[in-house]
């Protein structure tokens, strides 16, 4: 059975960081396109970064590039969210997702709570 647990959200005020986790079983990281997203309230599930398999080229999304940094340790079949400089906006659920390249695979953690407020 595949299991995606994020954990590491919490309540920061702006310009802080916290950095999220995604420990992963069932699957082998290494092997999988892992991604974060994120949900606001009253908002769209929208993409912030990506660490592709097999070519394990790291892409982000505009709006958080230079703030969030997507790394993977994979003794520990991990992912990882670093994420600076927050603010008010990045308050939503964030979740980590797990896809294989051949499409045989597609699994989704459920989520961890980052709000940004003073």
């Known amino acids: 059975q595949v299991q995606l647990v994020e954990s590491g959200g919490g309540l920061v005020q702006p310009g802080g960081s916290l950095r999220l986790s995604c420990a992963a079983s069932?699957?082998?990281?290494?092997?999988?396109?892992m991604g974060w997203y994120r949900r606001a309230p009253g908002k769209e599930r929208e993409w912030l970064a990506r660490m592709s398999s097999p070519a394990e080229r790291t892409d982000y999304a505009d709006f958080v590039k230079g703030r969030f940094t997507l790394s993977r340790d994979n003794d520990k079949n991990t992912v990882y969210l670093q994420m600076n400089s927050l603010k008010p906006e990045d308050t939503a659920v964030y979740y980590c997702?797990?896809?294989?390249?051949?499409?045989?695979?597609?699994?989704w953690g459920q989520g961890t709570q980052v709000t940004v407020s003073s």
């Open positions: 069932g699957i082998i990281v290494i092997i999988y396109t």
């Open positions: 997702r797990a896809t294989h390249a051949t499409g045989t695979g597609d699994y």
